[in-house]
């Protein structure tokens, strides 16, 4: 498929920052947001690169946010490619049975808890002037209104938690920043580590450059008007 080549509708000489960047997902809207014109410096941070940035570490969400501060260009893009679905012992539950405590705090740790930090630290470092998106990358399973299977109840529940934050945060926004937008993005199935357990005949699934191209594409369409909205890699809204 064809992809836009840059943003057009972000103004010129911006900071764009990706955090989770050392991630499939991240990774590949780093090296897009680095290629385009559009922005004076892009910058990633993950738990495992340098600068480093700790979900868990809220001390070096506040020094990240300070390092993109001090660039003194205006922030544009903030988007969160972060994440957890499995790891060493964890897995999606299959039912109530498989529920463990230390999994589901993990989950809501990264999935929400991690999140709400970077909108209070970056948020308010947003341009009170003209176009600019928070987006954190949320998951369509988070709907409450489209679970019609069950099951993943740690992931499905700290996904709700993620678009009751970025709602919530999104009407706190508009007050202060009535030009920027605070939303959460559905990536659809990525080739990814988070997703590969999982992937399975007939599913659609889209390798990382590409994805990226599409959740910035709908980043370049958002307007103010969307702020607080949970959408698809296409732009089209999903149930709560």
Same mark, same amino acid.
């Given at each position: 498929?064809?992809? =836009?080549?840059?943003?057009?509708?972000?103004?010129?000489?911006?900071?764009?920052?990706?955090?989770?960047?050392?991630?499939?997902i991240?990774?590949?809207?780093?090296?897009? /947001?680095?290629? #385009? $014109?559009?922005?004076?410096? $892009?910058?990633?941070?993950?738990?495992?690169?340098?600068?480093? +940035? #700790?979900l868990? %570490?809220?001390?070096?969400?506040? &020094?990240?946010?300070?390092?993109?501060?001090?660039?003194?260009? =205006?922030?544009?893009?903030?988007? #969160?490619?972060?994440?957890?679905?499995?790891?060493?012992?964890?897995?999606?539950?299959?039912? /109530? @049975?498989? !529920?463990?405590a230390?999994?589901?705090?993990?989950?809501?740790?990264v999935?929400?808890?991690?999140?709400?930090?970077?909108?209070?630290?970056? !948020?308010?470092? +947003?341009?009170?002037?003209?176009?600019?998106v928070?987006?954190? +990358?949320?998951?369509?399973?988070?709907?409450?209104? %489209?679970? @019609?299977?069950?099951? *993943?109840?740690?992931? @499905? $529940?700290?996904?709700a $938690?993620?678009?009751?934050?970025?709602?919530?945060?999104?009407?706190?926004?508009?007050?202060?920043? =009535?030009?920027?937008?605070c939303?959460?993005?559905?990536?659809?199935?990525? %080739?990814?580590? /988070?997703?590969?357990?999982?992937?399975?005949?007939?599913?659609?699934?889209?390798?990382?450059? &590409?994805?990226?191209?599409? +959740?910035?594409?709908?980043? %370049?369409?958002?307007s103010?008007?969307?702020?607080?909205?949970?959408? #698809?890699?296409?732009?089209?809204?999903?149930? *709560?």
């Amino acid at each position: 498929m064809t992809l =836009p080549a840059g943003l057009v509708a972000t103004p010129r000489g911006a900071v764009a920052v990706v955090i989770g960047a050392s991630g499939a997902i991240g990774a590949a809207l780093l090296e897009r /947001l680095e290629s #385009d $014109a559009a922005f004076a410096h $892009a910058v990633g941070f993950s738990r495992s690169g340098a600068p480093h +940035l #700790d979900l868990a %570490d809220e001390a070096t969400i506040a &020094e990240a946010a300070g390092r993109v501060s001090r660039l003194g260009a =205006p922030i544009r893009i903030v988007i #969160d490619a972060t994440g957890v679905l499995h790891g060493a012992g964890m897995a999606p539950e299959k039912g /109530l @049975r498989q !529920l463990e405590a230390a999994n589901m705090a993990k989950s809501f740790a990264v999935n929400a808890i991690g999140p709400a930090l970077l909108m209070k630290h970056f !948020l308010p470092l +947003l341009p009170r002037q003209g176009k600019a998106v928070f987006a954190t +990358l949320s998951a369509k399973v988070g709907s409450i209104g %489209d679970n @019609r299977l069950g099951g *993943w109840y740690s992931y @499905r $529940a700290s996904k709700a $938690a993620l678009n009751q934050l970025v709602c919530t945060a999104a009407i706190e926004l508009k007050r202060s920043h =009535p030009q920027a937008a605070c939303i959460a993005l559905h990536p659809g199935t990525v %080739d990814s580590r /988070l997703s590969a357990p999982f992937m399975k005949a007939g599913l659609e699934v889209r390798q990382p450059p &590409e994805a990226a191209g599409l +959740l910035l594409k709908v980043i %370049d369409g958002i307007s103010a008007a969307d702020s607080g909205a949970f959408l #698809d890699c296409h732009g089209a809204r999903l149930p *709560w």
